[in-house]
């Protein structure tokens, strides 16, 4: 792969000096004219796709120091600039050419403005990526995408239909075929979940743009080690598995501002990534797919809303913001070439749709919001019910407006394999507008996505998880839970879940930096996290991190005094690093270094018939068994329960395991989750109850016991 390194430097005179860039410059206006745009457009040196970029711009003149922001405009996906250096750096993930306007602000407000282009080439490729285009070999399990051009001077260009049929090297019969989308200028692209290594063709059609009409190609794919998408296993609907044929266990931790284009998230959402991936995170979600996770919460954060502005600022649902889409694609991308065993769970429509979609209708909100909603149909209601703002209007989106948003999104995403959805978040299942969008879109998803990602929506705050009729199972592949004090995983049994065949996921607890005092508003987080991934996994689940939801900070930098969090209950949390990601790193590696599949397990904590625990807790061990051949247990050893939960330092961990029915010989293992310290026990005769004491004092601790192979029986001659 072509790496490379670009820099550059670009003298910018604040106001009241003069402006250079390059040999170019002209006198500033009199100081009392006020700031004014200095100097004719000009280009940074050009970059390229996956090479690293540096360009520092110098602003000269005024009072120091300067603040540097792009002030309209956007930057090549990929890179940021820097508001206190005036460095623009980062990695570029798409082509093309970028127009941008950066100001200089001195100390004292002074400002100058000046517009730039950067040039973005293509990567130029050695080897194959999980993320492809046009005549470049393809991966498998990857995704491949084709460039079209077409008639953009068409009243509307998203209306254009255009399709492409894909068909694989195993022939017509697995012909996949999917629409092209506009992506502004004349370009249109089509993309493809790449499932069989070999010679692909496609070809299009497009009755109404004869550009994009009657094209045709081939590309080559090669066998890779990629996963491919997570499914429902085939024969545990409560396990995952990724298209290679490999278990999956989702470690996960809330990104929501992942896309974000706000500044800051910019500049750090690449070093975010990379953090997770050093901590053991395979998941980051739940994610905005555009922005955030709705309108007005975190106001700098902007919204998760796919269509584009009107010149009134009202949306046009006849169109989408493809700098959102762009913006996230570019991050998306990245991720998929850089992590490709990185998942992120994509939340596709932001949290006040729900009342929109179809128009409100609450058969059981008290007279005075009917009254308002009848006689002042416009009114911005702020209602503690619903916990965000409410627009009460009886107008719904048009199902052609529907149909088409959701289109597009199948579209422009539905080939990335390293995506699972979310329909949206905080979802009101007391009201039926809100039942009725979540079904809609499950639905629609599950009838014209062609390769069937996860599915599912998270309901507010304890109300359990209401999606699960037998026409819900039809579209809805994981239950996703928001609650709180979730180490013991007692949801899934408050919720009435044991036996709903789906993956139940704990997609948000209260976060680490949210409520409460300083450093966190958990004693212990380090522990409180860790016992919840791990009785969450061997309870047949998964479990969520969450640290600082409002921001996106990588998570090694937390306590840096320049990356500001006030909590929403009021806390000033800057400087105060967080701790709940510190030994998860140690959850996925103990599965995988070991080639455990917990599809073929069931839990069963009623196995471990009497254990050590402090007087007034009531936690218990979680146990997962393969029928009698093997038997994990997790003992928390903890001296205390929700918030203010810690293990227990004067204690040992030790438990007495029912093995009536487990004959033979049993291999025994200890681990510590805490640090990943591993220590073998002698072996132990099945058939009875068994005693087990850990050993190491002050720890949470996992046991392991494995069938051991029988001695060949030898026959005398």
Same mark, same amino acid.
């Given at each position: 792969m072509c790496r490379g390194r670009v820099a550059a430097t670009l003298v910018l005179r604040a106001a009241l000096a003069v402006l250079t860039v390059g040999c170019e410059h002209r006198q500033a206006p009199d100081a009392r004219a006020g700031p004014q745009l200095l100097g004719p457009n000009s280009s940074l040196p050009s970059g390229q796709v996956q090479a690293s970029y540096s360009a520092m711009l110098t602003a000269i003149g005024g009072t120091p120091p300067y603040f540097w922001t792009v002030f309209s405009g956007q930057l090549p996906n990929g890179l940021s600039l820097a508001p206190s250096t005036g460095v623009i750096s980062g990695t570029p993930t798409l082509a093309g050419s970028f127009t941008f306007v950066v100001q200089a602000r001195?100390?004292?407000?002074?400002?100058?403005?000046?517009?730039?282009?950067?040039?973005?080439?293509?990567?130029?490729i050695t080897d194959p990526t999980p993320f492809s285009m046009d005549t470049v070999t393809a991966m498998k399990f990857g995704t491949h995408e084709i460039v079209l051009k077409g008639n953009s001077s068409v009243a509307n260009p998203f209306d254009t239909?255009?399709?492409?049929?894909?068909?694989?090297?195993?022939?017509?019969?697995?012909?996949?075929?999917?629409?092209?989308?506009?992506?502004?200028?004349?370009?249109?692209?089509?993309?493809?979940?790449v499932t069989e290594a070999g010679t692909w063709r496609w070809e299009s059609s497009a009755p109404t743009d004869s550009g994009l009409n009657a094209n045709s190609g081939t590309f080559s794919a090669v066998n890779s080690k990629l996963?491919?998408?997570?499914?429902?296993?085939?024969?545990?609907?409560?396990?995952?598995?990724?298209?290679d044929g490999r278990w999956f266990v989702g470690v996960s931790d809330t990104a929501w501002l992942l896309f974000s284009r706000d500044p800051q998230v910019a500049q750090n959402w690449q070093?975010?990534?990379?953090?997770?991936?050093?901590?053991?995170?395979?998941?980051?979600?739940?994610?905005?797919?555009?922005?955030?996770?709705?309108?007005?919460?975190?106001?700098?954060?902007?919204?998760?809303?796919?269509?584009?502005?009107?010149?009134?600022?009202?949306?046009?649902?006849?169109?989408?913001?493809?700098?959102?889409?762009?913006?996230?694609?570019?991050?998306?991308?990245?991720?998929?070439?850089?992590?490709?065993?990185m998942f992120v769970q994509s939340m596709l429509f932001g949290t006040q749709v729900q009342w929109s979609w179809r128009g409100l209708r609450?058969?059981?909100?008290?007279?005075?919001?009917?009254?308002?909603?009848?006689?002042?149909?416009?009114?911005?209601?702020?209602?503690?019910?619903?916990?965000t703002p409410v627009h009460a209007s009886r107008s719904a989106l048009p199902q052609s407006v529907r149909n088409n948003t959701m289109d597009y999104?199948?579209?422009?995403?539905?080939?990335?394999?390293?995506?699972?959805?979310?329909?949206?978040?905080d979802q009101d299942t007391t009201a039926r507008a809100t039942l009725a969008f979540n079904r809609e879109v499950g639905n629609y998803f599950a009838a014209h996505e062609p390769w069937n990602h996860l599915m599912?929506?998270?309901?507010?705050?304890?109300?359990?998880? #209401?999606? %699960?009729? $037998?026409?819900?199972?039809?579209?809805?592949?994981?239950?996703?839970? &928001? @609650?709180? /004090?979730?180490?013991?995983?007692?949801?899934?049994?408050?919720?009435? #879940?044991? %036996?709903? $065949?789906?993956?139940?996921?704990?997609?948000?607890?209260?976060?680490? &930096? @949210?409520? /409460?005092?300083?450093?966190?508003?958990?004693?212990?987080?380090?522990?409180?996290?860790?016992w919840s991934m791990w009785s969450w996994i061997l309870s047949g689940g998964s479990a969520n991190y969450g640290g600082r939801y409002g921001v996106l900070h990588p998570y090694s930098q937390t306590g840096r005094p320049d990356l500001a969090w006030i909590g929403p209950g009021g806390t000033n949390y800057t400087s105060y690093q967080l701790r709940g990601l510190d030994s998860i790193r140690y959850v996925e590696s103990y599965f995988s270094r070991r080639n455990i599949d917990l599809s073929s397990f069931q839990s069963d904590?009623?196995?471990?018939?009497?254990?050590?625990?402090?007087?007034?807790?009531?936690?218990?061990?979680?146990?997962?068994?393969?029928?009698?051949?093997?038997?994990?247990?997790?003992?928390?050893?903890?001296?205390?329960?929700?918030?203010?939960?810690?293990?227990?330092?004067t204690t040992t961990a030790s438990m007495t395991v029912d093995l009536t029915s487990a004959q033979g010989p049993f291999q025994v293992e200890w681990y510590r989750p805490d640090d990943g310290i591993t220590q073998s026990a002698r072996m132990v005769q099945g058939g009875a109850l068994k005693h087990f004491a850990a050993p190491w004092q002050g720890y949470d601790v996992v046991l392991r016991l494995v069938s051991a192979p029988r001695p060949a029986t030898l026959i005398k001659p």
């Open positions: 001195d100390s004292v407000g002074g400002t100058a403005s000046f517009g730039l282009t950067l040039n973005i080439a293509s990567q130029q239909v255009a399709k492409v049929r894909f068909v694989p090297p195993s022939g017509p019969r697995n012909a996949v075929t999917v629409r092209a989308f506009y992506d502004g200028g004349n370009t249109w692209r089509a993309r493809v979940y996963r491919g998408l997570l499914k429902k296993d085939s024969r545990n609907p409560k396990a995952w598995r990724s298209d070093p975010y990534v990379n953090d997770d991936a050093a901590h053991g995170i395979n998941v980051l979600g739940p994610v905005g797919s555009l922005e955030s996770w709705g309108t007005e919460d975190v106001p700098h954060a902007g919204n998760n809303e796919p269509w584009a502005e009107s010149a009134d600022s009202q949306p046009d649902y006849t169109r989408y913001d493809l700098v959102k889409f762009q913006n996230a694609e570019g991050r998306l991308i990245w991720i998929l070439n850089n992590h490709p065993e609450f058969l059981s909100v008290k007279r005075r919001l009917l009254w308002i909603l009848k006689n002042y149909p416009r009114m911005l209601v702020r209602s503690a019910l619903f916990g999104m199948i579209a422009r995403w539905s080939a990335f394999p390293n995506l699972l959805w979310l329909v949206s978040e599912s929506t998270e309901p507010n705050r304890y109300q359990g998880f #209401l999606f %699960t009729t $037998p026409s819900d199972l039809k579209w809805v592949s994981y239950i996703c839970l &928001q @609650d709180t /004090g979730s180490p013991e995983a007692r949801q899934i049994q408050k919720f009435a #879940l044991e %036996t709903v $065949p789906l993956q139940p996921m704990m997609c948000e607890d209260h976060y680490e &930096q @949210d409520y /409460g005092g300083t450093p966190s508003g958990k004693s212990n987080p380090r522990f409180y996290y860790r904590d009623g196995l471990v018939v009497s254990y050590t625990i402090k007087t007034g807790c009531s936690w218990r061990p979680k146990l997962m068994r393969r029928g009698t051949r093997e038997f994990i247990i997790y003992d928390p050893n903890a001296d205390s329960q929700g918030a203010s939960s810690s293990v227990d330092p």
